[in-house]
């Protein structure tokens, strides 16, 4: 989400139906990137939707169901289906009914409640993964250039940290 267009506050506010949350699952609708999918971490940030994303949701299985149809459209035949259904000469476009066409196998109600507990903390832990890289590139990017110039020496650092 790093070089992402910002709306101010205001819009936001008109907007907030459509705000992300963590673990939203997108999938991208127009251009070079159509079909890519991805699992929203916000790393403390708000995002919303845009009209050339595709947001996935479920009344009746909540978040967890981002964590199949993720799985679901790592599947090759699967991912290409969605993107047969592009359009558009200058730009490929994918609409909403055409990523509903994608023939997928449901597994039972049961089954997919199962995967879903199975996975859940797995995919919490990554997310949880995702931020905290996000805060230690944050940090390296604060303290290097104060260690190149001088201004932090390492003398007090632990002994790990420093080459001998």
Request: glycine share 8%; proline share 3%.
């Amino acid at each position: 989400m790093d070089d992402s267009q910002c709306i101010n506050d205001e819009q936001s506010q008109a907007t907030s139906r459509f705000k992300l949350t963590d673990g939203d699952l997108l999938m991208a609708m127009t251009g070079a990137t159509v079909g890519k999918v991805g699992i929203v971490v916000l790393s403390g940030r708000t995002a919303y939707l845009n009209q050339s994303v595709a947001k996935f949701e479920s009344t009746e299985f909540g978040p967890g169901i981002s964590w199949f149809l993720f799985c679901a459209f790592q599947i090759e035949n699967i991912l290409e289906q969605v993107i047969g259904t592009s359009q558009g000469s200058a730009q490929p476009n994918i609409s909403s009914k055409g990523i509903e066409s994608t023939k997928l196998i449901v597994p039972s109600k049961r089954c997919l409640c199962e995967f879903i507990g199975k996975v859940d903390s797995l995919f919490l832990k990554w997310m949880n993964n995702q931020n905290e890289i996000k805060y230690l590139a944050s940090t390296r990017n604060t303290l290097l250039p104060k260690i190149l110039s001088g201004e932090i020496e390492l003398k007090s650092a632990p002994h790990f940290f420093i080459n001998n």
